[in-house]
């Protein structure tokens, strides 16, 4: 099973991006965070098949 990648608040007001307990990148906005974890979610979606 894939680790969680999840958001947290930090102590100065800033956001870090975590997959299970690594912190991926911190210092960011929100939004900035809700993006990045948004990119790395839609990254490991597996992609589906052609249809034909």
Known sequence: ???MIRVKPTHDGTYT???GPVAL???LTRLQAERYEASIASQRRPSLP???
């Open 1 to 3: 099973m894939s680790e």
């Open 17 to 19: 991006v975590y997959r």
């Open 25 to 27: 990148i911190s210092g």
């Open 50 to 52: 052609p249809e034909i």
